[in-house]
């Protein structure tokens, strides 16, 4: 069934504004769209405990450089070993839901011989960026992010005497808040734990807040 509208033969100047603007009005709601969310994760080893927490507490320090920074910022700290940068696109809420999420970390390490390489392996990542029940309208957004990362592969023999290589794996779990002001940015740190052959495992995520 279709259905008609029928307008007046006149309208009045005011009745034009008004019909115009609401029409405006619908198209901006229609394109509206959400800003975007630069989030930047990294990880630092160390031989020990206290140099595990100094080596992240000094990358935390330099948050502004890793939020600018779209490669590994290996010289910002000793012992970095893992880098994730992804960009979120917010819904016209401010929020955003990822539980699958699959991008590249550029990781260091080393070979059976001792030498250094690095290579990419695609970890698993999940955001939340949310705005809970009752949250003001001028209150920050609150964002999860859970890190699955893997620190190297570690070897050991099954009772047939073959080399078996198990993956050493560290989940970093970060939450804070979102200030919807552009430029700014946030930061937290995951406490360092023992890894594989008695190394210290930490890590720092930044995140930016950056206009469409």
């Not at 033969?9 to 800003?35: H, I, W």
Request: net charge neutral; hydrophobic share 40%; charged share 20%.
């Amino acid at each position: 069934m279709q259905s008609t509208t029928s307008l007046p033969g006149r309208m009045s100047p005011a009745a034009m504004s008004a019909l115009l603007a609401l029409s405006m009005g619908g198209a901006a709601r229609a394109e509206a769209v959400g800003d975007l969310l630069d989030i930047t994760a990294v990880t630092v080893e160390a031989k020990s405990a206290e140099q595990c927490a100094a080596r992240s507490e000094h990358l935390a320090e330099e948050s502004r450089k890793l939020s600018l920074a779209t490669s590994p910022p290996y010289h910002l700290s000793e012992g970095l070993r893992g880098f994730y940068d992804h960009v979120l696109r917010l819904d016209a809420g401010g929020e955003h839901s990822s539980t699958a999420q699959l991008s590249t970390v550029y990781v260091t390490g080393y070979t059976g011989a001792g030498e250094s390489m690095r290579r990419a392996v695609s970890p698993f990542v999940r955001v939340e960026v949310s705005r809970p029940g009752g949250t003001p309208a001028d209150a920050p957004s609150r964002i999860s992010m859970s890190w699955l990362w893997m620190q190297r592969l570690v070897q050991s023999q099954d009772q047939s005497g073959r080399t078996i290589e198990n993956p050493q794996l560290h989940r970093f779990d970060f939450v804070g808040e979102v200030v919807t002001a552009y430029g700014s940015w946030g930061h937290a740190v995951a406490p360092c734990r023992p890894g594989a052959d008695r190394i210290w495992v930490g890590a720092v995520a930044v995140w930016s807040y950056l206009p469409p």
